[in-house]
């Protein structure tokens, strides 16, 4: 959520000034210290805010504090000058602004506290659910269990485990949301069938997919680990896989396949054994499933019946010897308006896990009722949308980043984890409270049936998730992209702040003809198969570009041709802490000027040292290379050559 970001953001900046070794004055840093508070008392505002009844404060919240970091770092760079004259009235200005700030803040706080006094007015009477904590325990080792479906379950294993000696194929088919995924997990992990084969495998194909990918998860499975195989070509990898499983019982689990071209492309790689393998399939395309099934096993997923619709909702809402008469009656209704579709049951009870009053249960039952006319895909939209809602600020901060991944893509909560650090989406305490945070809020999502846990680690410990296709949708809708195709022809200065971009986008920023400034703060980019960590300029990108700001916090890899960047002069690098490299082009580079580089690594900063030295190699003296605040030497700025910092701050560009 913006708002939530753009907060925190501010948190991280004033706190920043308050335990820095710059020469800031003292009666600044005190002030840091108070701003900082205060801002931090806004989050517990935003975190129990209702969305609709305050969306314009959260607005004014979200505006203001963009603009006053934006006020105080422009201070900061002046105070990093060397002479004295220039830094003396930089924080004579950043005194006066970090006590406007406060004023401003308090004013906003009073605003926040006199609509949060009305909201808690209009609730009192309100029946409760009582106690303090949520109305389920946690139960982060359910989101993959199967409720119902226990005639087909036998069904399907008997088809798994049953005589005929020939490659089977058994395709599990529906819509969206109705369980296939996990139908076939349950499946997986039968201890029956678990016994049954010497090899089990599981590959997810989704729309577009990756054969290599695929190719090596299935090895993985079927001999472990070895790095040799990452340097085989494709076809060497699927000749492995044949040899692997040729001889071997195995079950190959094939989920979310869309295409008939998809099966064709992999159905090569099992050998037929004569020996009781097993390729458990799911799709959506009743054509995909007819034409992989053999010798026509198809398990067509059906819709919960009520009593296994409730018996979901109460496992994951709240339990049923604990359920109060009216807010039994008020989830029944609920679960009858979801249809039997089990995500739209386990994501709404999800919600009302968090919900304390018989008003607010009301509130969820009466917008879900709402959906009812609709078509599946509409209502499952519909109710999916509901359930991001009623979610806290920080909660949908952090699960809108899960559109940064590929569809259907599993990732590393370590790698997650970083990131959302990275992007400053939590309060700013000691990295290892971060870190303590984070987790609880990954099983907060967790528990809301959001996310769905897909493998553990040896001490148990949650490893990869990774979220449904539907609900990825969702991120994308409610990350609003901007239209850069409306950007003017002869644009000259853009900024983007705080935004999620698509990839593809910013290809087409780079071909602007006229472009001349660019500064790209805090963006979330997504949409290529290399995920959002990775920057490819194309060829011929940014003809004109002179001066470039990058602020990409979880940004690993920059890469550019020899043709782009013609006229660039100035870069500046800001908290890039997972950057090791800049583009190689930037040698050869006859119009380049100045690198600075903020609050990176070692290893980036010795790389651009580097390019400069190359480029004094060729007779070339004009680059000049500046680091501040260094990793590993906070607060301290090394020059590694050129004179004194002019006051070129990055603020004349905004």
């Given at each position: 959520?913006?708002?939530?970001?753009?907060?925190?953001?501010?948190?991280?900046?004033?706190?920043?000034?308050?335990?820095?070794?710059?020469?800031?004055?003292?009666?600044?840093?005190?002030?840091?210290?108070?701003?900082?508070?205060?801002?931090?008392?806004?989050?517990?505002?935003?975190?129990?805010?209702?969305?609709?009844?305050?969306?314009?404060?959260?607005?004014?919240?979200?505006?203001?504090?963009?603009?006053?970091?934006?006020?105080?770092?422009?201070?900061?760079?002046?105070?990093?000058e060397?002479?004295?004259?220039?830094?003396?009235?930089a924080?004579?200005?950043?005194?006066?602004?970090?006590?406007?700030?406060?004023?401003?803040?308090?004013?906003?706080?009073?605003?926040?506290?006199?609509?949060?006094?009305?909201?808690?007015?209009?609730?009192?009477?309100?029946?409760?659910?009582?106690?303090?904590?949520?109305?389920?325990?946690?139960?982060?080792?359910?989101?993959?269990?199967?409720?119902?479906?226990?005639?087909?379950?036998?069904?399907v294993?008997?088809?798994?485990?049953?005589?005929?000696?020939?490659?089977?194929?058994?395709?599990?088919?529906?819509?969206?949301?109705?369980?296939?995924?996990?139908?076939?997990?349950t499946?997986?992990?039968?201890?029956?069938?678990?016994?049954?084969?010497?090899?089990?495998?599981?590959?997810?194909?989704?729309?577009?997919?990756?054969?290599?990918?695929?190719l090596?998860?299935?090895?993985?499975?079927?001999?472990?680990?070895?790095?040799?195989?990452?340097?085989?070509?494709?076809?060497?990898?699927?000749?492995?896989?044949?040899?692997?499983?040729?001889?071997?019982?195995?079950?190959?689990?094939?989920?979310?396949?869309?295409?008939?071209k998809?099966?064709?492309?992999?159905?090569?790689?099992?050998?037929e054994?004569?020996?009781?393998?097993?390729?458990?399939?799911?799709?959506?395309?009743?054509?995909?499933?007819?034409?992989?099934?053999?010798?026509?096993?198809?398990?067509?997923?059906?819709?919960?019946?009520?009593?296994?619709?409730?018996?979901?909702?109460?496992?994951?809402?709240?339990?049923?010897?604990?359920?109060?008469?009216?807010?039994?009656?008020?989830?029944?209704?609920?679960?009858?308006?979801?249809?039997?579709?089990?995500?739209?049951?386990?994501?709404?009870?999800?919600?009302?896990?968090?919900?304390?009053?018989l008003?607010?249960?009301n509130e969820?039952a009466?917008?879900?009722?709402?959906?009812?006319?609709?078509?599946?895909?509409?209502?499952?939209?519909?109710?999916?949308?509901?359930?991001?809602?009623?979610?806290?600020?920080?909660?949908?901060?952090?699960?809108?980043?899960?559109?940064?991944?590929?569809?259907?893509?599993?990732?590393?909560?370590?790698?997650?984890?970083r990131?959302?650090?990275?992007?400053g989406?939590?309060?700013?305490?000691?990295?290892?409270?971060?870190?303590?945070?984070?987790?609880?809020?990954?099983?907060?999502?967790?528990?809301r049936?959001?996310?769905?846990?897909?493998?553990?680690?040896?001490?148990?410990?949650?490893k990869?998730?990774?979220?449904?296709?539907?609900l990825?949708?969702l991120?994308?809708?409610?990350?609003?992209?901007?239209?850069?195709?409306?950007?003017?022809?002869?644009?000259?200065?853009?900024?983007?702040?705080?935004?999620?971009?698509?990839?593809?986008?910013?290809?087409?920023?780079?071909?602007?003809?006229?472009?001349?400034?660019?500064?790209?703060?805090?963006?979330?980019?997504?949409?290529?198969?290399?995920?959002?960590?990775?920057w490819?300029?194309?060829?011929?990108?940014?003809?004109?570009?002179?001066?470039?700001l990058?602020?990409?916090k979880?940004?690993?890899?920059?890469?550019?041709?020899?043709?782009?960047?013609?006229?660039?002069?100035?870069?500046?690098?800001?908290?890039?802490?997972?950057?090791?490299?800049?583009?190689?082009?930037?040698?050869?580079?006859?119009?380049?000027?100045?690198?600075?580089?903020?609050?990176c690594?070692?290893?980036?900063?010795?790389?651009?040292?580097?390019?400069?030295?190359?480029?004094?190699?060729?007779?070339?003296?004009?680059?000049?290379?500046?680091?501040?605040?260094?990793?590993?030497?906070?607060?301290?700025?090394?020059?590694?050559r050129?004179?004194?910092?002019?006051?070129?701050?990055?603020?004349?560009?905004?």
């Amino acid at each position: 959520m913006a708002v939530y970001a753009a907060v925190t953001s501010l948190m991280g900046t004033v706190h920043l000034i308050s335990q820095s070794s710059l020469d800031f004055q003292e009666s600044n840093k005190e002030c840091s210290k108070s701003l900082h508070e205060k801002v931090g008392s806004l989050l517990e505002f935003l975190d129990n805010s209702d969305n609709e009844l305050m969306k314009d404060l959260q607005k004014k919240v979200k505006d203001l504090a963009n603009e006053i970091e934006d006020e105080v770092e422009s201070q900061v760079l002046q105070i990093m000058e060397k002479d004295e004259h220039i830094q003396t009235e930089a924080n004579e200005r950043l005194r006066k602004i970090l006590e406007q700030a406060i004023e401003d803040i308090d004013s906003v706080n009073e605003e926040l506290r006199k609509q949060r006094n009305k909201n808690n007015n209009s609730l009192s009477g309100n029946c409760s659910l009582g106690g303090s904590t949520s109305p389920r325990s946690r139960v982060s080792t359910l989101e993959n269990d199967m409720v119902g479906h226990s005639d087909e379950q036998a069904r399907v294993r008997g088809e798994l485990i049953g005589h005929s000696s020939l490659l089977e194929v058994i395709s599990i088919t529906g819509m969206g949301g109705i369980g296939k995924s996990t139908f076939a997990k349950t499946m997986f992990s039968d201890p029956s069938v678990m016994g049954f084969f010497d090899v089990r495998g599981w590959i997810t194909v989704s729309k577009d997919y990756s054969l290599r990918k695929m190719l090596l998860s299935l090895l993985q499975d079927a001999i472990g680990v070895n790095e040799v195989l990452d340097k085989k070509p494709d076809d060497e990898l699927a000749d492995c896989l044949q040899k692997c499983l040729k001889g071997r019982r195995y079950l190959i689990v094939v989920d979310d396949i869309w295409s008939t071209k998809a099966w064709e492309d992999i159905r090569q790689w099992f050998p037929e054994n004569n020996n009781r393998s097993r390729i458990l399939l799911t799709t959506r395309i009743m054509e995909v499933a007819r034409d992989a099934s053999y010798p026509k096993n198809l398990f067509p997923m059906r819709f919960l019946d009520p009593e296994e619709s409730w018996n979901l909702f109460c496992q994951k809402a709240i339990s049923k010897n604990d359920c109060p008469t009216e807010f039994e009656s008020v989830g029944k209704v609920v679960v009858e308006n979801c249809k039997g579709l089990p995500l739209m049951i386990s994501v709404v009870a999800g919600s009302l896990s968090s919900k304390r009053t018989l008003d607010e249960w009301n509130e969820v039952a009466q917008s879900v009722s709402s959906l009812v006319n609709l078509d599946d895909y509409q209502r499952c939209s519909g109710v999916l949308a509901l359930s991001y809602n009623h979610l806290p600020s920080h909660l949908k901060a952090c699960f809108l980043y899960f559109g940064v991944f590929k569809k259907a893509s599993e990732f590393s909560i370590e790698n997650l984890i970083r990131l959302w650090i990275a992007e400053g989406l939590f309060k700013l305490w000691g990295i290892g409270d971060l870190e303590k945070e984070a987790c609880s809020l990954l099983h907060d999502l967790i528990d809301r049936s959001l996310i769905v846990v897909c493998k553990h680690s040896l001490d148990g410990k949650i490893k990869t998730c990774r979220i449904h296709d539907l609900l990825h949708d969702l991120c994308l809708r409610e990350s609003p992209v901007p239209c850069v195709g409306s950007f003017p022809p002869n644009l000259k200065k853009l900024t983007l702040q705080g935004t999620h971009l698509l990839w593809s986008k910013l290809t087409i920023i780079s071909k602007l003809p006229k472009l001349e400034v660019l500064q790209l703060k805090a963006l979330k980019l997504f949409g290529d198969e290399l995920g959002e960590t990775v920057w490819k300029v194309s060829e011929m990108g940014f003809p004109k570009l002179k001066f470039l700001l990058l602020e990409k916090k979880g940004l690993k890899n920059w890469k550019a041709t020899d043709d782009s960047f013609p006229c660039l002069e100035r870069v500046i690098i800001k908290n890039c802490r997972f950057l090791q490299e800049i583009p190689k082009e930037f040698a050869d580079s006859m119009t380049l000027k100045r690198i600075e580089l903020w609050g990176c690594t070692p290893s980036l900063v010795n790389f651009a040292k580097e390019i400069q030295e190359e480029q004094e190699s060729l007779g070339n003296n004009i680059l000049q290379v500046y680091a501040y605040d260094t990793i590993r030497e906070h607060g301290a700025a090394l020059a590694y050559r050129g004179d004194d910092l002019k006051s070129e701050g990055v603020e004349v560009m905004d």
